[in-house]
């Protein structure tokens, strides 16, 4: 089975504060993306990766970037954290010869006080 | 942007009958469409996926595709408490566009 670990579950955090989430797969999929979900929103894309050190920005990136040095690991960062970064973070990934079929992590549930 | 419309719910239907999840997208070029479950407290997981117009049956689950009227469906057979979750329309080709999807309550 494919496994997407997500290092953190749960995170506080205060504000301005630089935040790491760590993302890793553990079968060689190509793609990884960044969503945040947030109730009456739903799932957006912040940012994806088709290749190690590729990104491309999704809908939302205004205040996060992303890293990936390796093709397993995919590190979203926010910077300088804000209280409206308060949210669900999902890490999915996939093969690229099956796009739209990802597969999540199972989240990180940040705050930022 | 493409954009995915779904009704919130909650739909509540007993258990043995039909849910029927619809959803609405605005972008006519739009070619791959997905259905993912998502339990609460839980991460989405994919339960179907279809690309042609008309039906795809998998076990109890059958999506619909209608690309004219722009409009794709989820239905459950069969509906089983533990079909209770929130179902999301997805769209897109590497790149997916979510709707915020439709909460199911299957009541025994």
């Known amino acids: 089975d494919v496994k997407v670990t997500q290092s953190s579950r749960y995170l506080v955090k205060r504000t301005g504060e630089k935040v790491f989430l760590e993302c890793v797969q553990d079968?060689?999929?190509?793609?990884m993306f960044w969503y945040r979900q947030d109730p009456g929103l739903g799932l957006r894309l912040i940012y994806f990766?088709?290749?190690?050190?590729?990104?491309e920005k999704g809908d939302i990136p205004e205040g996060y970037s992303v890293s990936r040095e390796k093709k397993e690991r995919f590190s979203l960062i926010l910077e300088s954290a804000s209280t409206n970064q308060t949210s669900m973070y999902l890490c999915?990934?996939?093969?690229?010869?099956?796009?739209?079929?990802?597969?999540f992590g199972e989240g990180s549930r940040l705050t930022v006080l | 942007q493409k954009e995915v419309e779904q009704n919130s719910g909650p739909l509540s239907v007993p258990e043995g009958a039909i849910a029927s999840l619809n959803c609405t997208y605005s972008d006519r070029g739009s070619q791959s469409f997905f259905w993912y479950r998502q339990y609460s407290g839980k991460s989405p997981e994919l339960i179907m996926s279809i690309y042609s117009n008309g039906d795809k049956e998998d076990g109890r689950f059958t999506a619909q595709l209608n690309k004219a009227s722009q409009y794709v469906s989820l239905l459950i057979r069969d509906s089983q408490p533990s079909d209770s979750a929130t179902y999301l329309c997805a769209l897109g080709f590497q790149k997916l566009v979510f709707g915020t999807g439709t909460r199911l309550l299957v009541s025994p």
């Open positions: 990766s088709y290749d190690v050190k590729m990104k």
């Open positions: 079968m060689d999929h190509e793609n």
């Open positions: 999915a990934s996939v093969l690229s010869g099956r796009p739209g079929e990802l597969f």
